[in-house]
């Protein structure tokens, strides 16, 4: 999914408050964002244990509010939204919250 598709959707839900992620909506958009999250750990443990370096050092556990995540979706440019996933958002996400020690 891209992010232009997220934000429209997102935004159709952000009137009900909390109880959007009760809707079917929701919690699509919810399992978007947990299913980046686990592809993103999962890459960056395997570059772990093949002794690579990684593109972030991010806690082995954290957490990202709603509101962090849109305020980064928000972050880029409408005319680039079509063309970023909702994963690549995810990882730069990352990177920025999470670098590496140089």
């Known amino acids: 999914m891209s992010i232009a598709a997220f934000l429209a959707r997102a935004a159709s839900l952000e009137r009900l408050g909390p109880l959007a992620l009760a ?8 399992s978007e964002v947990v299913a ?4 993103y750990k999962a890459r960056i ?4 244990r093949a002794g690579r370096k990684t593109t972030s ?7 990202l ?3 962090q ?6 972050s880029y440019p409408v005319p680039i939204r079509k063309k970023v996933s909702v994963y690549s958002a995810f990882d730069a996400l990352m990177k920025k919250r ?4 140089a």
């Open 23 to 30: 809707t079917p909506q929701g919690n699509q958009l919810k």
């Open 57 to 63: 050092c991010p806690p082995e556990s954290g957490s």
């Open 45 to 48: 443990d395997a570059e772990r």
């Open 36 to 39: 980046a999250g686990k592809r």
């Open 65 to 67: 509010t709603p509101d």
């Open 98 to 101: 999470y670098p590496c020690p």
């Open 69 to 74: 995540w849109l305020a980064h979706l928000r």
